[in-house]
């Protein structure tokens, strides 16, 4: 099954903080986060592992509830750059196999 | 180090036709991906290599896609004939493969199909 992403598009100034959700109705092994802009390959974010800790770099982290099977990526103090779909890729099987998300849009304006 | 190359980039065809898209991981990445990407939509996987054996392929559809990879390095994926619906961009990705089993992958820029 397909993990539902919210919201489904979201538009921030330059500065503000985001919440992109990642739910599936399967136990998970891990969630992989990827970052793509238009007309370019997907940029992977960051993995979360069951048992694993919070990730995070610079202004991005996300976290993984095991029990709700739910994950969520922070985006704080947004720049420019950080414009694009973010997909979440959920594996079930541990061997790699992503299933990913319908994609969440989001634009930074200055 | 180099990342994952696919050729070619665009190719538009007919429908009924052929088309044949090639990758190249990145060195020393066992596992292979090929990913079906319709417009506004994530990435869907169509089959998973390790080394030259099929991991996944539960849809792929088989009646008209083939993908191998003979030598476990670069891989083609085929369609054959191509249907409308097939108009897409397809991704390939390569990761290691680990102790966790579950590891980043590395894509390629994708070749955007159009069947006419």
């Known amino acids: 099954q397909q993990p539902v992403q919210s919201p489904q598009a979201v538009i921030l100034r330059e500065g503000e903080d985001a919440v992109i959700n990642c739910s599936s109705s399967?136990?998970?092994?891990?969630v992989h986060w990827y970052r793509q802009k238009h007309g370019e390959a997907p940029v992977f974010l960051m993995i979360?592992?069951?048992?694993?800790e919070q990730k995070g770099h610079d202004k991005i982290s996300a976290s993984f509830n095991e029990k709700k099977q739910q994950s969520s990526l922070y985006l704080t103090a947004s720049q420019l750059s950080y414009s694009g779909t973010y997909f979440c890729g959920t594996d079930s099987s541990q061997g790699g196999k992503l299933i990913f998300g319908q994609g969440t849009e989001l634009s930074v304006k200055p | 180090e180099a990342g994952v190359a696919q050729s070619p980039r665009y190719k538009i065809i007919e429908k009924r036709q052929s088309v044949a898209f090639w990758c190249n991981p990145i060195s020393g990445h066992a596992t292979l991906y090929w990913y079906q990407q319709i417009l506004g939509q994530g990435p869907k996987l169509l089959i998973q290599f390790q080394n030259n054996g099929v991991v996944d392929d539960s849809q792929l559809p088989k009646d008209r896609f083939s993908a191998e990879r003979l030598k476990g390095v670069d891989s083609t994926l085929k369609i054959q004939p191509a249907k409308l619906e097939d108009s897409a961009v397809y991704l390939c990705a390569s990761s290691w493969t680990g102790t966790s089993g579950s590891n980043e992958q590395f894509f390629g820029p994708g070749t955007r199909l159009t069947v006419l």
């Open positions: 979360l592992l069951k048992g694993g």
């Open positions: 399967k136990a998970l092994y891990s």
